[in-house]
């Protein structure tokens, strides 16, 4: 049974009687072996399987745990369990409740964002709106944060500056909100929120048991609280909160006790992972940060470790190369090996010296075969020809035509729907006698505002450009913005999917991509944009070099395409097992978030200067040194055996001299 493997204090968390209880489970203390040990206690006291809900911060972990229930109960019983990240586990309530959801990524949903902003005129203010990009990044953190007053009244709050905007930046949240209903789009907020609002369809808990509970935000703890479980079972670490940036609030963590009078706090404090040294380290410095639950670590491993290491160096790229140098003479395996960095740009020198010396890495967060920008082109078009409503598949490829933005993309693709009486492709090949299919929306100078159909522009425009007659009839080249090289690339979609309409072999279908006019201006802009220098100018050798690895990339999909025969497979293959499909072998590159909940044998944190870590420039914008100190925790806590941290005194490339951060005085290594 799984309690039996349990030290006595994580034997009591597990057994704790039914309510609100709090774990405080520091780095290495057997947090998984505590929650599994819960899971097996509930089904021992006869809860049922389905009554258990487990949330946890990766879907791995929560395999992880549900396999370990399993061995000792059964696979058909602990697969009843309710388990996942909150986006998961509401992502299959709401498929079984409302059925029509379909997930969009960030990125995605920013496109969307933008079209509707696009579509605003800010002329006539003083003050600078905030841009698209940004507005749309903050309106992700105030749906995690707030949801006692509007969007625009919390900015208006936050930023005096941006009170002037408030009613035009709730309005392009409303239509925002709007447009994804009418298509059923969701992003991952909308997840929570939608669950949240439909709880009482969900079914009741005996028990919910929260893992990593220090980086819960405001949504994901509303969630919880309209469930209404009597019985709580919340674990984490309060000094390994590092996630304020996505809006998870500490005092959650913090204020446990407060909200729950009736809360019982267990510790657990034997540590398994790392040695004595990396541990006191590791303690010195997050001591210095207020102390809400006070902890005293004990180390289990009682093996000779060497002491943790500092490396000072002159010079950032001598730095890089040196690690690299001693990570080849190392006989430590290079999975077990780990580069902690604070900000991606370290990982850039890091790499380089790594794969110069011919060893393997995988860097988390790099961009990968599947977000390379060519290969998500090929699955956009792919997807318009699975499902025609995806607007935003339509949205992106359209973007690679010059002159026609998320806005006029979207408004081409609404005037299609409507030419097809509702079907895109019936508007494109065959649409209905219709003057101007171009919604029109009263201006409105408070909102933002325009309206830019006052005057419907001329097919004739393009009658010397060469299109068939049926495309050249089409009322979409009436949009008063379709430039030139817009209307030609739009012919070039339509001819494209005039080939693709019977194609149901995915390797047919891509090669026709791939070979296709269309794809030809995609690659051009691609290639083009990636060989262009500072000062504006063509590299023509950086040109065909992007050219060439763009070829090699639709040769490498047109392989991926070759095992199947249906077209749906094919595309949900690639789309849902690409995480998998691009995994890297050798050194692990990690930035702090991305190191946490993982564990190596010897660990690397560089750069660890003043103004890089910690971060200045994030602190001026809101953060704080506690929780910089809480990265720093976070990453000397992923080290079992060795500890190495280096710091370079000059940066050659931007001319800046740095001196040591203070964590590394903290830690008595200075």
Same mark, same amino acid.
């Given at each position: 049974?799984?309690?039996?493997?349990?030290?006595?204090?994580?034997?009591?968390? #597990?057994?704790?009687?039914?309510?609100?209880?709090?774990?405080?489970?520091?780095?290495?203390?057997?947090?998984?072996?505590?929650?599994?040990?819960?899971?097996?206690?509930?089904?021992?006291?006869?809860?049922?399987?389905?009554?258990?809900?487990?949330?946890?911060?990766?879907?791995?972990?929560?395999?992880?745990?549900?396999?370990?229930?399993?061995?000792?109960?059964?696979?058909?019983?602990?697969?009843?369990?309710?388990?996942?990240?909150?986006? #998961?586990?509401?992502?299959?309530?709401?498929?079984?409740?409302?059925?029509?959801?379909?997930?969009?990524?960030?990125?995605?949903?920013?496109?969307?964002?933008?079209?509707?902003?696009?579509?605003?005129?800010?002329?006539?203010?003083? +003050?600078?709106?905030?841009?698209?990009?940004?507005?749309?990044?903050?309106?992700?953190?105030?749906?995690?944060?707030?949801?006692?007053?509007?969007?625009?009244?919390?900015?208006?709050?936050?930023?005096?500056?941006?009170?002037?905007?408030?009613?035009?930046?709730?309005?392009?949240?409303?239509?925002? +909100?709007?447009?994804?209903e009418s298509y059923g789009f969701v992003g991952f907020n909308d997840l929570l929120i939608k669950a949240?609002?439909?709880?009482?369809?969900?079914?009741?808990?005996?028990?919910?048991?929260?893992?990593?509970?220090?980086?819960?935000?405001?949504?994901?703890?509303?969630?919880?609280?309209?469930?209404?479980?009597?019985?709580l079972f919340c674990v984490g670490d309060y000094d390994q909160s590092i996630y304020a940036f996505n809006?998870?609030?500490?005092?959650?963590?913090?204020?446990?006790?407060?909200?729950?009078?009736?809360?019982?706090?267990?510790?657990?404090?034997?540590?398994?992972?790392?040695?004595?040294?990396?541990?006191?380290?590791?303690?010195?410095?997050?001591?210095?940060?207020?102390?809400?639950?006070?902890?005293?670590?004990?180390?289990?491993?009682?093996?000779?470790?060497?002491?943790?290491?500092?490396?000072?160096?002159?010079?950032?790229?001598?730095?890089?190369?040196?690690?690299?140098?001693?990570?080849?003479?190392?006989?430590?395996?290079?999975?077990?090996?780990?580069?902690?960095?604070?900000?991606?740009?370290?990982?850039?020198?890091? +790499?380089?010296?790594?794969?110069?010396?011919?060893?393997?890495?995988?860097?988390?967060?790099?961009?990968?075969?599947?977000?390379?920008?060519?290969?998500?082109?090929?699955?956009?078009?792919?997807?318009?020809?699975?499902?025609?409503?995806?607007?935003?598949?339509?949205?992106?490829?359209?973007?690679?035509?010059?002159?026609?933005?998320?806005?006029?993309?979207?408004?081409?693709?609404?005037?299609?729907?409507?030419?097809?009486?509702?079907?895109?492709?019936?508007?494109?090949?065959?649409?209905?006698?219709?003057?101007?299919?171009?919604?029109?929306?009263?201006?409105?100078?408070?909102?933002?505002?325009?309206?830019?159909?006052?005057?419907?522009?001329?097919?004739?425009?393009?009658?010397?450009?060469?299109?068939?007659?049926?495309?050249?009839?089409?009322?979409?080249l009436k949009h008063p913005k379709l430039s030139k090289e817009g209307a030609i690339f739009l012919y070039?979609?339509?001819?494209?999917?005039?080939?693709?309409?019977?194609?149901?072999?995915?390797?047919?279908?891509?090669?026709?991509?791939?070979?296709?006019?269309?794809?030809?201006?995609?690659?051009?802009?691609?290639?083009?944009?990636?060989?262009?220098?500072?000062?504006?100018?063509?590299?023509?050798?950086?040109?065909?070099?992007?050219?060439?690895?763009?070829?090699?990339?639709?040769?490498?999909?047109?392989?991926? #395409?070759?095992?199947?025969?249906?077209?749906?497979?094919?595309?949900?293959?690639?789309?849902?097992?690409?995480?998998?499909?691009?995994?890297?072998?050798?050194?692990?590159?990690?930035?702090?978030?991305?190191?946490?909940?993982?564990?190596?044998?010897?660990?690397?944190?560089?750069?660890?200067?003043?103004?890089?870590?910690?971060?200045?420039?994030?602190?001026?914008?809101?953060?704080?040194?506690?929780?910089?100190?809480?990265?720093?925790?976070?990453?000397?806590?992923?080290?079992?055996?060795?500890?190495?941290?280096?710091?370079?005194?000059?940066?050659?490339?931007?001319?800046?001299?740095?001196?040591?951060?203070?964590?590394?005085?903290?830690?008595?290594?200075?």
């Amino acid at each position: 049974m799984p309690l039996s493997r349990l030290n006595e204090e994580q034997f009591k968390a #597990a057994t704790a009687p039914f309510g609100h209880n709090l774990i405080i489970a520091s780095a290495g203390t057997g947090k998984t072996s505590t929650i599994v040990g819960r899971i097996g206690y509930l089904l021992e006291q006869g809860v049922a399987s389905e009554k258990i809900l487990l949330l946890t911060f990766t879907n791995k972990a929560a395999a992880e745990m549900i396999a370990r229930v399993s061995n000792y109960f059964g696979k058909s019983k602990a697969s009843k369990i309710e388990a996942g990240t909150f986006h #998961a586990v509401c992502y299959r309530w709401l498929k079984r409740i409302e059925q029509k959801v379909v997930l969009k990524q960030p990125k995605e949903l920013k496109t969307l964002f933008k079209s509707i902003y696009e579509k605003r005129h800010f002329h006539n203010f003083e +003050e600078k709106p905030y841009a698209a990009s940004y507005l749309y990044d903050i309106y992700s953190l105030y749906q995690n944060c707030v949801s006692d007053k509007s969007f625009g009244e919390w900015i208006a709050e936050k930023k005096e500056e941006q009170k002037i905007f408030v009613d035009i930046y709730d309005d392009i949240a409303d239509e925002f +909100e709007k447009t994804k209903e009418s298509y059923g789009f969701v992003g991952f907020n909308d997840l929570l929120i939608k669950a949240r609002e439909s709880a009482d369809k969900v079914g009741e808990f005996v028990e919910i048991l929260v893992d990593e509970y220090q980086d819960t935000n405001n949504l994901q703890s509303s969630l919880l609280d309209r469930l209404n479980s009597k019985s709580l079972f919340c674990v984490g670490d309060y000094d390994q909160s590092i996630y304020a940036f996505n809006g998870a609030n500490i005092n959650i963590i913090g204020g446990f006790k407060d909200k729950y009078p009736d809360a019982k706090i267990f510790n657990l404090s034997k540590n398994y992972r790392s040695s004595k040294y990396i541990l006191s380290l590791a303690n010195k410095v997050i001591l210095n940060n207020e102390r809400i639950y006070p902890k005293k670590l004990e180390v289990v491993r009682k093996d000779e470790f060497e002491p943790p290491k500092l490396l000072v160096y002159n010079e950032f790229l001598e730095q890089y190369k040196d690690i690299a140098k001693k990570i080849k003479e190392s006989s430590t395996p290079y999975e077990e090996i780990a580069v902690i960095f604070r900000n991606n740009s370290s990982a850039d020198g890091i +790499e380089a010296s790594l794969r110069e010396l011919g060893i393997g890495c995988k860097r988390k967060g790099s961009v990968s075969f599947f977000d390379a920008k060519e290969v998500k082109a090929v699955l956009d078009i792919v997807t318009l020809l699975i499902n025609p409503k995806d607007v935003m598949s339509f949205i992106h490829v359209l973007e690679y035509a010059k002159g026609v933005g998320p806005a006029i993309a979207k408004e081409l693709y609404d005037a299609a729907v409507k030419l097809g009486e509702g079907d895109f492709f019936k508007g494109l090949f065959d649409p209905i006698d219709m003057d101007n299919p171009f919604e029109r929306r009263a201006k409105n100078h408070q909102l933002g505002l325009f309206d830019d159909f006052f005057q419907i522009g001329s097919k004739s425009r393009f009658k010397e450009l060469g299109f068939e007659e049926r495309f050249k009839k089409s009322a979409l080249l009436k949009h008063p913005k379709l430039s030139k090289e817009g209307a030609i690339f739009l012919y070039h979609f339509y001819q494209l999917y005039k080939e693709l309409k019977r194609v149901l072999n995915p390797l047919s279908a891509v090669s026709k991509i791939v070979d296709s006019k269309l794809f030809e201006e995609i690659k051009e802009s691609l290639a083009i944009k990636r060989a262009t220098l500072k000062d504006g100018c063509i590299d023509e050798n950086l040109k065909e070099e992007a050219l060439m690895k763009i070829y090699r990339k639709t040769l490498l999909l047109k392989e991926l #395409a070759k095992p199947y025969k249906d077209l749906e497979r094919f595309y949900n293959a690639l789309v849902l097992g690409s995480s998998e499909m691009s995994e890297g072998n050798g050194v692990n590159l990690l930035t702090v978030h991305a190191s946490k909940g993982l564990e190596f044998d010897d660990v690397y944190i560089i750069d660890l200067a003043d103004g890089r870590f910690p971060n200045r420039k994030l602190i001026s914008k809101g953060g704080s040194l506690e929780e910089e100190r809480r990265l720093f925790y976070v990453a000397a806590t992923r080290a079992k055996n060795r500890l190495f941290l280096s710091y370079a005194k000059y940066d050659r490339v931007k001319r800046i001299e740095f001196k040591p951060s203070p964590f590394l005085f903290e830690a008595g290594l200075l």
